[in-house]
């Protein structure tokens, strides 16, 4: 039964015949009878994290009208190709609110760059300014603290004899 799906694919950057590759995969799922409907080079991107080591790869999304059977062959033979880093297949017909594009696809992750939480530096926190006795603000490390202490004890014992 042919239905359409939504392929995207990742070919390694150091793959030396990228043209061959894409080739191959667009020949397994057009196989038969299936129809490639768009077709869409992002081109040379970075990954968020390294995947098998690799730090950037080439995009391809594809809008496919094909067979459940050249979509298991197609993952199987994305499984064993080392110049394939990774993929993604989306069954579009169980997908509510679907809209066919390539360029605004499901697997763009690019638009989730805005709702990212902006790093925290790594600088030292000041640690929170106490009053003394004399009412001058300063800061206090627990060193001064527990030294104050031992000077108060030291007192207090004194004033008992």
Known sequence: ????????YIIDKDATDLKGVQKKLNDILTANNGKILESEEWGLKEFAYEI???KSGYYFVLIVETDSANINEFERVSRIDKNIVRNLVIN???????????????????????????????????SPKRENNTGDSETKTP????????????????VEE
């Open 1 to 8: 039964m042919i239905r359409k799906y939504e392929v995207m």
């Open 52 to 54: 098998k080591k690799k």
């Open 92 to 126: 579009t017909e169980n997908e509510k609110k679907y809209i066919q594009s390539t360029k605004l696809s499901k697997t763009d992750m690019s638009k989730f760059k805005e709702e990212k939480r902006p790093s925290r530096g790594f600088e030292k926190r000041m």
């Open 143 to 158: 060193a001064t603290n527990s030294e104050e202490k031992s000077l108060k004890k030291i007192t207090t014992s004194k």
